[in-house]
């Protein structure tokens, strides 16, 4: 199964590097204030960071990305239990005692592990099923709707039920039965795993009254050679199916890895949303456009990250630069060019990420990069270039 909550074709790729000169954008537009509001602990941060800076240049994609986040804003705590579950089913997996598939585990304890593992990312799976069962309905954008649409069919009833059928056989409660043939040393050859019910006796057999169907041997309590001997018989016959389970519950995790840091970027945007409706600072979606012809203009845009940090009410601007290809900011000093310079990175910036501005309206043109210049502030100059 895929996300598709921040692309509509494929995942986000969070091991990509961040893009070069990330470092003075972020110090240059402040950003680290911005980021600090959207994130609730380390990892939040670093998803945020990713997403805000691997801007988009395809208005369609970024619209995408404003459907869903509308969808998130109208339904904040269907957004953070979804997000909940995937971290807590990450959170599982690390406290399963023992783990599995470390240097000095064995066959049989690796598939103990496994099934543990599988086991508990299905409840949580159910979990998510259930939000999907509830909400569905309530949800408009194509990213949720098809998550929803795919949870529901791919984790329907009939997939619990086997799942839960073939983990109850890999616990091996009534023994592991495994098949073998003789090799020309006599030693054990092409090891087959069987299916506990092959084992099941007759009852005529159970009772001593029918024909034998199987011959046993206890080993001696004492008996460690013996011991360890069936130990290596068991876990050659499980090594084949405790590889497949761990390579499940490995599937499963990466599953729930990428929900969490799409999930991520999005909780972000509703922690933002929260701080700035705590200041009363207008918000909206910006309107993305192609790269010509030229389109700039903003209502009461103000600085996102000045009005986090500002404790007073911060003035907006009001800018009509449609078909200009070059805008120069001039003024006094201390006039606020600065400030009304970042205001527009950062909403550039927002808008391309698939983000709400800080203005009643805004509208600009999707650029491939954004360079920022304030080393010559002792002149008292700086710009910016999009």
Not at 70 to 82: F, G, S, W
Not at 143 to 161: C, I, M, P, S, V
Not at 261 to 272: H, I, K, T
Not at 316 to 334: E, H, P, R, Y
Request: some cysteine.
């Amino acid at each position: 199964m895929k996300a598709y909550l921040l692309f509509k074709d494929r995942d986000f790729d969070f091991g990509t590097d961040l893009p070069p000169g990330h470092q003075d954008l972020i110090q240059d537009l402040e950003l680290t204030t911005l980021l600090q509001a959207m994130a609730g602990d380390k990892f939040l941060y670093e998803v945020s960071t990713k997403v805000l800076l691997a801007g988009l240049d395809d208005p369609d994609a970024i619209r995408y990305r404003q459907r869903v986040l509308a969808d998130c804003l109208a339904q904040p705590d269907v957004i953070r239990q979804m997000y909940a579950v995937a971290t807590a089913a990450l959170e599982d997996r690390r406290h399963i005692w023992g783990g599995y598939g470390g240097t000095y585990q064995t066959p049989s304890s690796n598939l103990s592990g496994a099934v543990t593992t599988v086991d508990a990312y299905v409840a949580r799976l159910r979990q998510l099923r259930q939000i999907a069962d509830d909400h569905a309905g309530e949800v408009r954008s194509g990213g949720l709707r098809r998550l929803f649409t795919t949870l529901q069919r791919d984790l329907d009833d009939e997939y619990f039920g086997e799942i839960s059928y073939h983990l109850k056989q890999l616990r091996f409660r009534a023994g592991v039965l495994i098949s073998a043939e003789l090799g020309r040393d006599n030693s054990g050859i092409n090891l087959v795993l069987r299916a506990s019910g092959d084992a099941r006796k007759g009852w005529k057999e159970r009772l001593g009254i029918g024909p034998r169907t199987s011959y046993s041997f206890t080993l001696a309590p004492r008996d460690e050679a013996g011991a360890q001997i069936l130990s290596d018989l068991t876990g050659r016959g499980t090594n084949l199916v405790a590889n497949a389970v761990a390579q499940s519950a490995d599937h499963i995790r990466s599953y729930f890895t990428m929900l969490r840091a799409e999930l991520g970027f999005y909780v972000g945007c509703l922690n933002l949303a929260d701080r700035l409706a705590a200041k009363g600072a207008p918000v909206s979606v910006p309107e993305p456009g192609q790269s010509t012809p030229f389109a700039f203009s903003a209502i009461d845009l103000r600085d996102t990250c000045l009005e986090l940090r500002s404790q007073a009410t911060v003035v907006g601007n009001d800018v009509q630069a449609d078909g200009k290809s070059l805008v120069i900011i001039t003024g006094a000093n201390s006039g606020g060019k600065s400030t009304f310079l970042r205001s527009v990175g950062v909403a550039q910036l927002m808008m391309q990420c698939g983000l709400f501005v800080t203005a009643a309206a805004f509208r600009a043109n999707v650029t491939r990069g954004i360079f920022t210049d304030r080393k010559s502030t002792r002149l008292n100059s700086s710009h910016i270039t999009i």
